[in-house]
């Protein structure tokens, strides 16, 4: 067994993540009855937006207040906005407590400048978080050695597409990337746009999955991460690689792909105007629910087998402000985050595609969950996405570059050089 298969397995242990990048407008402030403190209720700033989500972290709320010891108010704001305004948040006079988002290098970056509160107290003084992998333990660590992030749940991406549809057009899963241009060739043939993107609107990130996915396919994830933390170039021949390899895809995805946010993408994936999206399950918290056992997903298809196996699967939970006037209630709010309790709350509450945290808690239990937690153990690494192993900083010359290229695919040497000499203002700040 290798150092990168025994980290992945450790690391399966308590994945997580709240699942939810999901971008519906509005704000929504739940409060609920309980002993007050005199500081008031712990304040929980949301990214959580999709509406099976978003009220999944309102039930999580209720049943915080009912335990008696505090009470937190939820504030839910748009994905999108909530990443732009995150940076706002933490360094304003009076910033929010409580925050959603990820672990890692982006958490870490938050740290570095002594925004984060230091969670030891809670990580040493909670008995589930005793019992998270050393994986977890490590993701959640920033450099300066303190625990600042308590993670809640995880998910995967993966090739998701409809079973009736693939039953209707006479199609299955492919097993190789052979298979996967044949499966494009015949649903291209049927008068149906194979792969559907979303990258319009605000949702250009989703266009980094798939040069994740190429990329630790082709180069492998030690390689990927190493080039996010500026080790490699992006104008080296092993990227323009990855993009050699995109532009043999090009004619298949939809022609309105670039055009549009994943949401309406995923609506032409489940009304079967488009075959299949590399997307994440959190797409299915504003899916109908009566589709819902109706979604399926295969692996991103293998490229070389020589490269050793990774998967996306991203962690999300919470992280605290340094500046909270409300520590102690902001301790009390991550200890029960971090229990197995709070986790299947939000997991019964939301579409149930996220697989919980800590390891005393229930999944779903869906075959969809099934197959995606074996579809994760079986990768010998994991990678988390684009800007949770680089930073939320480097994510906007991603957007750039990746925007560029499927505008126009044969400028991809000048995309490349730019997309270099802007990570590196990042890299060097």
Avoid at 116 to 144: G, I
Avoid at 387 to 393: F, M
């Amino acid at each position: 067994m290798t150092n990168h298969q025994t980290g992945r397995r450790r690391f399966l242990a308590g994945l997580g993540a709240a699942g939810t990048t999901a971008l519906l407008s509005g704000c929504v402030t739940s409060t609920s009855s309980g002993k007050s403190s005199s500081k008031g209720a712990v304040t929980l700033q949301s990214n959580v937006s999709a509406p099976q989500a978003k009220a999944a972290m309102e039930d999580l709320v209720a049943a915080y207040a009912k335990k008696g010891s505090a009470r937190a108010s939820l504030n839910t704001v748009a994905a999108e906005t909530f990443r732009t305004q995150l940076p706002t948040y933490l360094t304003s006079a009076n910033p929010p407590d409580v925050y959603t988002w990820y672990p890692g290098s982006v958490a870490d970056a938050y740290a570095k400048k002594d925004l984060l509160l230091d969670l030891d107290q809670v990580w040493n003084s909670s008995p589930d978080l005793k019992s998270y992998s050393k994986a977890l333990h490590s993701l959640c660590t920033a450099s300066s050695g303190k625990k600042v992030f308590v993670p809640a749940t995880y998910y995967w991406w993966g090739m998701f597409y409809r079973r009736s549809n693939f039953a209707k057009w006479g199609v299955s899963e492919p097993k190789s990337w052979d298979d996967f241009l044949d499966l494009c060739d015949k649903l291209k043939s049927k008068g149906i746009d194979p792969i559907g993107l979303g990258a319009g609107g605000n949702t250009a990130w989703v266009a980094s999955a798939w040069f994740d996915y190429l990329d630790i396919r082709i180069n492998g994830a030690e390689y990927h991460r190493e080039l996010l933390a500026g080790k490699h170039r992006f104008d080296d021949p092993e990227v323009r690689k990855v993009f050699d390899r995109w532009q043999e895809l090009l004619p298949y995805f939809d022609p309105n792909g670039a055009a549009v946010p994943f949401q309406d993408a995923t609506t032409t994936l489940l009304n079967g105007r488009s075959g299949m999206m590399l997307i994440g399950t959190f797409f299915a918290d504003a899916a109908p629910k009566d589709a819902l056992d109706d979604i399926d997903f295969f692996r991103f298809p293998v490229i070389d087998p020589k490269i050793p196996l990774a998967e996306e699967a991203p962690v999300d939970g919470y992280f605290a402000s340094a500046r909270t006037g409300r520590r102690d209630q902001v301790v009390d709010l991550m200890s029960y985050l971090a229990t197995a309790e709070s986790q299947e709350i939000y997991i019964k509450g939301s579409s149930g595609t996220v697989l919980p945290c800590n390891p005393k808690a229930k999944d779903a239990g869906t075959a969809l969950v099934k197959k995606g937690r074996a579809h994760v153990e079986e990768a010998a690494e994991i990678t988390q996405f684009f800007n949770r192993d680089s930073s939320d900083a480097l994510q906007p010359t991603a957007d750039t570059a990746l925007t560029r290229f499927l505008a126009k695919p044969k400028e991809i040497d000048s995309i490349l050089t730019g997309w270099q000499r802007d990570a590196e203002k990042i890299w060097n700040a």
